[in-house]
C-alpha cells in the first residue's frame, strides 16, 4: 500500500521532524507493513492497548487518498473529559486490499462512500455497501477487506471516558453496521468532522468532542428505527450469558440457577424479543465459532468439534452438515479455495 503524501496538508507534514518523514518515505515504499508498526509504535503509541500486544495484518493497492490525518497530541483535558480523535482517513483501495487487526485501544466508525467492502467481527460477516457504516471495538479481532474491484471508505478512530458506554448501547441490539439514507445527518456530520481537522485550531478538540457526540448519537437513532422493539434488559443478559459460554455444556437448568426466573419465563421471553428458542441460538453461536476456526486455522476437526462441546465427532459432522448443508471437510475446503 503506498503512502501518497499529497494527502497531508502543509500543517501535518509540518508536525514530522525530518527524521519521522524520512522513515515514512521510505517504509512507504519498500516495506508498507513495517510502516504501519512503526508509525503505530513511534507515532501513536496511545493506540496499542496497554500491554502492547496488537496485532496487525494488512496489504493491498491504494488507487487513491483523499485525506489523511493522525491527530498525534490529545490534551489531558480531553482525554479525562471529551471523546477525541486519533486518527482520521479517506481512502479508494483496490480488490486486494485487508486489515486484519485486534488489540488496538481505539473505537472505529468506517464509513463506505462507494463500492463493496467486507467486515468480519464477532463471528460474523457484514456485507458493507454504499452508505454503510459499522462502528467496532478494535480491542476485539477483526478483518475488514473489499469485496468487488475497489472500496472507497472513510475511517475514524476515536476514544474517550465515555466511549465504551456509548458503544455498548448502539450495539445492544446485536448490530454493528448501519444504513445511513440521504435524509440523515450523519453525511453533513461526517464532512464538517473532516473539513474541521484540515488546519490547525485552538478548538479543535472541543469541535471534535461535539461533532463525535453528535456522530454517535445518529447511530443510536438510526438503531432504534431499524430495530424499534424494546429488548428487555433481562433478555440482554440471557443473551450475553449465551455469548459467553456456548461453548460450555449450559443447560437451561444452569441459566434459571444464574439469573433465578423458571424455565418457562426464560424461553417465552427470549423467543419473543429475539426470534430464536435458546436451542437455536447456541446452535449458530458454536457454527459461527467453527467456521471461523475452519477457515482461518488448520486446527483438526476433532479438535474444532471438542472446542465447541461435542466430544464425537461424528455429532458435530452432522450438526455442521445439517446446519450449513456441507460438512465441515468440504466448508474448508471450499472457503481456501476462494
Known sequence: MSLHHKSLDEEARSSFTDEEMTIITNLARWDPQKLYNVAMEKFF???LDNNNQQYIKFGGTELESYYWRPIRTVSNFARKNCFF??????SLVADDYYTIRSHMSSFLIVYTVSGTGQLKYSHKQYALNPGDAFIIDCRSPHDYRTVGSSWRHQVIHFDGQLAAGYFKHIVSGGHIVFHFGESSKFHALLTELFEANLHYSPDAELTNNCLLIQILTEFIRTSKAIYPTYIPENVLLFRDYLNEHCCERISLD?????FKFSKSYICHEFKKFTGKSIGEYLTACKLD???????YTDIPLKEIGEHIGYDNPSNFGKMFTKNIGISPNKYREKIKKL
Open 289 to 295: 465459532i467453527a467456521k471461523d476456526m475452519l477457515v
Open 45 to 47: 503509541p496511545s493506540l
Open 254 to 258: 444452569d441459566l434459571c440457577n444464574e
Open 85 to 90: 480523535l486519533q486518527l482520521l482517513y479517506d
